[in-house]
């Protein structure tokens, strides 16, 4: 995640250099715990949580716990690990739902922290969820709010009740508490409130804030706040929570390059969860706020559940069965292979995803290199050919493939590689439907039959091996020899070679374009 890259990069360094010392003295706990005391203010998280955070991570690392252990550096980061998740909530907070229709979800929090767009990101998604979510226009003061929440509501599919025009005009407590009975009456179970912000916290700001929730008695009032803003966060959170007492926080904009060390402060010195975290600008880039997969995300080990769920949500079990069987039957076509890049795309951002994964925080570089629209490429050329060219790609001739060069807006070579690299990958799999080893180029088969690297081996030994009627000389030929299977692995297997520059072009051929 964007917003904990600098954070990440820093922790990452600092139990880099842990691992290379085999037992720690209370010198090297101190140094880690200086590394990160410095690393969590340079990420802008308050004074009062660093120095809570650094002295628990300190008497635990100086514990039983770590002088006992058999790997000392890896249960330093399991502690800061768990330490994390305590500062970021502990536990998981859904929202909770009224016993009697409507449920009302109050939105509290400064101008530009992202309330209206995150109230039509949690409608669409209540609306997945099988509910009838309605919005209030409430925020009458900014100028053209209620445009906006109208716009977003439609982009969202979602009900919307705006009495007022707003720019000003009305009076936002009647109209929140007029919202709820219309609520009632429409039968929609769930009444999502925009309220009005301000560009600092003043006591008009709150007043109405108090007002409106004295109308409505909201079951939530979620504290929306801008990932981005930085020391600011405590204060603005206090004063929230003193003159509304909010019940729970979202995180905003956590897609942005900023420090990101709100997201470590208001849970911690609020005592309120963080429900949601809005991770883009789109109405699906809403995540439920996990505080352990959080934790792993800025430790950067990973956050395979979320991806697991997204994906699971994009692709259908249906289709992914009958994919599984042409797979076994040899017959994966284009056609099968556009339908899964669309599912993909479903999914969202490849780098998101690729940034879900274990240790990719090391290789930023090539995740920013990385090109989203290569699918886009990808898919235009597939589309350009005839059903039958994607169900037989043999087909294919010269003067075919211009064709389709022409109608994607790609080049021949553009097209060649595709064909060559979906060749490729039909081969492994129909090596792996039939029970065999894929031969991955640079790497060889990955496995191998049993008996046939003994088989192997006994060939090289019969070739290496002297001739030599001389015992004497036969033996000190082959004390010279060299050994008939390269060394290296500590099992035994041995080192793999090192792969040649004509390998790793094949590899480049086989997954993408360099």
Sequence with gaps: MATFGTLSD????????????????????????????????????ALVVVKDFTAKVRERALGDEVSRALNPAQQVVQIVNEELVSILGGQQRRLQFAKTAPT???????????KTTFAG?????????????????????????????????????AAIYAPQPGNGVGDPVRVARDGVEHARRAQHDVVIIDTAGRLGVDAELMQQAADIRKATD??????????????????TAKAFQEGVDFTGVVLSKLDGDARGGAALSVASVTERPIIFASTGEGLDDLEAFHPDRMASRILDLGDILTLIEQAQQAFDEDEAQK????LAKEQFTLEDFLDQLQQMKKMGSMKKMLGMLPGMGQMKQQLEQFDEREIDRTEAIIRSMTPGERRNPKVLNGSRRLRIARGSGMTVTDVNQLVQRFDQAAKMMKTVARGGVP???????????????????????????????????????????????PTGSGFGLGAPAQPSEADLAEIQKLFGKG
């Excluded at 979800?105 to 992202?114: D, N």
């Excluded at 909201?218 to 204060?235: K, R, S, T, Y």
């Design 121 to 157: 990101k949690l409608a669409k998604q209540l609306e997945k969820d099988g509910h009838t979510p309605l919005l209030v226009a409430c925020d009458l003061q900014r100028p053209n709010a209620v445009n906006q929440l109208q716009v977003v509501a439609e982009r969202a599919g």
């Design 323 to 326: 994919v599984a069987e042409k």
């Design 10 to 45: 820093r922790l990452t360094e600092t139990f880099r250099n842990l691992r290379t010392k085999g037992k720690l003295s209370a010198a090297d706990v101190d140094q880690t715990v200086r590394e990160i005391r410095r690393a969590l203010l340079d990420a802008d998280v």
């Design 439 to 485: 031969n991955i180029p640079g790497m060889g088969p990955v496995g191998g039959k049993p008996g046939a690297s003994s088989k192997r081996g006994k060939q090289q030994k019969s070739k290496s091996g002297s001739r030599s009627g001389n015992p004497a000389k036969r033996a000190a030929e082959n004390a010279g020899a060299p050994a008939s299977a």
């Design 218 to 235: 909201p079951d939530e009032v979620l504290f929306v706040i801008d990932a981005m803003i930085g020391q600011d966060a405590v204060n």
């Design 104 to 114: 009302v979800i109050m939105l509290a929090g400064l101008q530009g922290s992202g």
